[in-house]
Antibody, heavy 118, light 107 residues
């Protein structure tokens, strides 16, 4: 059974760096073809793909956020970490991590709401 | 970036109705298209991938079709559990992009 769970702060101040951790079970990020991605959803808005990382450490980023995002994996801990620098109130959203089989997000975490406010 | 446009944005229907949601891509995505269902306060759930392949466990009343730039999600007979928001997503090229969503409401 594949499960994922996001953890991190619920409130950050403008200009701060956000660090979110996705802890998963039921699969290994050392298995060929497997990846983990991050997707966010601003309140009442559509889904926005941010980044993902594959078993072979192949990483992809949204071009509009590329300069602010970093994704890393710790295979031994079954974790993927997302960092986003220079947070702004427009980054207020629910952040999801999801299991990725090439291209599609077939299992999702419950999401974590992050508010950006001073 | 490939823009994904869904229509309609909102759809009112009744239990038992057959409904169709359309997703159009600004350029060809071949068959690299997925559909998701999202209920309020919950994470999206994958329904269909590669335009027409149902994920294991998804009821057969859901079906997907299309290729290139035009795709449809059809629910053959609406059930109460189906009232939700539906999103399409292309994974033909980076950045992956989602449609704006179609909210399926009870008439």
């Amino acid at each position: 059974q594949i499960t994922l769970k996001e953890s991190g702060p619920t409130l950050v101040k403008p200009t701060q760096t956000l660090t979110l951790t996705c802890t998963f079970s039921g699969f290994s990020l050392s298995t060929s073809g497997v990846g983990v991605g991050w997707i966010r959803q601003s309140p009442g808005k559509a889904l926005e793909w941010l980044t993902h990382i594959y078993w072979n450490d192949d990483k992809r980023y949204s071009p509009s956020l590329r300069s602010r995002l970093t994704i890393t994996k710790d295979t031994s801990k079954n974790q993927v970490v997302l960092t986003m620098t220079n947070m702004d109130p427009v980054d207020t959203a629910t952040y999801y991590c999801a299991h990725l089989t090439p291209g599609t997000f077939d299992y999702w975490g419950q999401g974590t709401l992050v508010a950006v406010s001073s | 970036d490939i823009q994904m446009t869904q229509s309609p944005s909102t759809l009112s229907a009744s239990v038992g109705d057959r409904v169709t949601i359309t997703c159009r891509a600004s350029q060809s995505v071949s068959s690299w298209l997925a559909w998701y269902q999202q209920k309020p306060g919950k994470a999206p759930q994958l329904l269909i991938y590669q335009a027409s392949t149902l994920k294991d466990g998804v009821p057969s009343r859901f079906s997907g079709s299309g290729s290139g730039t035009e795709f449809t999600l059809t629910i053959s007979s609406l059930q109460p559990d189906d009232f939700a928001t539906y999103y399409c997503q292309q994974y033909n090229s980076y950045p992956y992009t989602f449609g704006q969503g179609t909210k399926l409401e009870i008439k």
